[in-house]
């Protein structure tokens, strides 16, 4: 699928302000500095469009991307980033847990995991909370590019390996770089996958 249009359209911290409409989203979220603007970024091959940082906890607010006047990429703030305080860690909870309960555009939720490090206790928890609450995700491995092959397949099948002690059936799961764009034409795909089968059920419900 080629981007041809990826425009912002609005920031907010309240999930009743976003943009009304039908149009289906899919949304970033994982640790802050995990690379979830970055691969907004990537993926529309648009450097500026999200707001990036080498400092965690950049972005703050939900933010709307109109991706060829017909869906949205929505970049959350991080979650697990203790300089912010307990007050400010809360408060981001709070809009991403309400985000991501009450939004019904949202169609699919990539949840970011950095490939370097080892499963870590928030991100399961995270995950865990996401099947109880039977919200539809994927899992988007980060940063590829920093590590050789080698150590990266060996990260991702211990994630994997601890992710089937949880779910019977393993989520989609992407492998990406945004530095040098490894995952994108998956991930496009995949969405465009999505948004095919969406259409088609609108049309039989026409018919
Ligand atoms: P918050 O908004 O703070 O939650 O962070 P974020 O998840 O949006 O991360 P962001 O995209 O701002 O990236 C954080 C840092 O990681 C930046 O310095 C990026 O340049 C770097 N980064 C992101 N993705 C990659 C990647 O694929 N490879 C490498 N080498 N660096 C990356
Ligand atoms: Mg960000």
Redesign the pocket.
């Known amino acids: 699928m080629d981007i041809t249009t990826a425009e912002f359209v609005i920031s907010n911290t309240d999930v009743k302000k976003c943009p009304t409409g039908t149009f289906p989203e899919y949304a970033f979220i994982?640790?802050?500095?995990?690379?979830?603007?970055?691969?907004i970024n990537m993926l529309t091959g648009r450097k500026g469009l999200?707001m990036?940082?080498?400092?965690?906890?950049?972005?703050m607010l939900i933010n709307h991307f109109l991706i060829n006047k017909s869906w949205y990429l929505v970049?959350l703030?991080?979650y697990g980033?203790a300089k912010r305080g307990q007050k400010g860690q809360e408060q981001i909870q709070r809009i991403i847990e309400t985000y991501i309960l009450q939004r019904e555009q949202l169609t699919n939720l990539f949840v970011?995991i950095d490939s370097r490090h080892e499963p870590q206790n928030n991100d399961m928890s995270f995950i865990e909370w996401l099947g109880e609450n039977g919200v539809p995700f994927s899992i988007i491995f980060?940063?590829?590019?920093?590590l050789n092959t080698g150590k990266l397949n060996a990260n991702i099948q211990l994630y994997l390996k601890r992710l089937k002690e949880q779910w019977e059936e393993l989520p989609p799961y992407f492998i990406?770089?945004?530095?040098n764009k490894t995952g994108k034409e998956h991930i496009l795909k995949y969405i465009e996958s999505i948004n095919t089968e969406l259409n088609s059920g609108k049309t039989n419900q026409i018919n």
């Not at 980060?142 to 920093?146: G, N, Q």
Request: proline share 6%; aromatic share 4%.
């Open positions: 994982g640790r802050s500095n995990v690379g979830k603007s970055s691969l999200a990036t940082s080498a400092t965690p906890g950049k972005t970049d703030p991080g980033y970011l980060t940063k590829a590019d920093k990406t770089s945004s530095e």
